[in-house]
């Protein structure tokens, strides 16, 4: 199960690290196109966004493998958690039901990171 994490986390880390720097690179109006969902929030916020995707997406990685503070995957991937589910709950306030399930999948890859690594299967 440690293997399965493993690969979750990789997964998830470069999703959101990809994610969170289009956002901080390109800025929102550069990317209204392909995330509708940002014309409901400020330049500031979309930024912000950016940012916790990207520092998630290094708190996913970094501890473990530098052994440095570990505790801060779990952390890292429940700070993620929240966001997706901000992220799911803006698609369906907004009808975005065809942008739902990225975020959904992402939402249930970090619980499960934040469960195996809080609970059976630390590092």
Same mark, same amino acid.
């Given at each position: 199960?440690?293997? /399965? ?35 409901? &929030? ?12 990207? +520092?998630?997406? =290094? ?15 779990? =952390? ?12 799911? =709950? ?17 939402? /249930?890859?970090? /619980? ?8 059976? &299967?630390? +590092?």
């Amino acid at each position: 199960m440690n293997t /399965v994490l493993w690969i979750l986390q990789i997964v998830l880390a470069a999703a959101m690290l990809g994610a969170g720097a289009a956002k901080l690179s390109q800025g929102r109006d550069k990317l209204l196109d392909k995330m509708t969902w940002a014309e409901s &929030y400020s330049d500031p916020a979309f930024r912000g966004i950016g940012a916790v995707e990207v +520092l998630g997406a =290094l708190g996913l990685i970094l501890p473990a493998v530098t052994g440095i503070a570990p505790v801060l995957v779990p =952390l890292a991937a429940t700070g993620l958690a929240i966001t997706m589910l901000g992220a799911v =709950l803006t698609h369906v306030r907004r009808k975005e039901f065809g942008q739902l399930a990225p975020a959904a999948v992402f939402l /249930v890859l970090a /619980v499960v990171i934040a469960w195996g690594r809080f609970g059976p &299967y630390p +590092l």
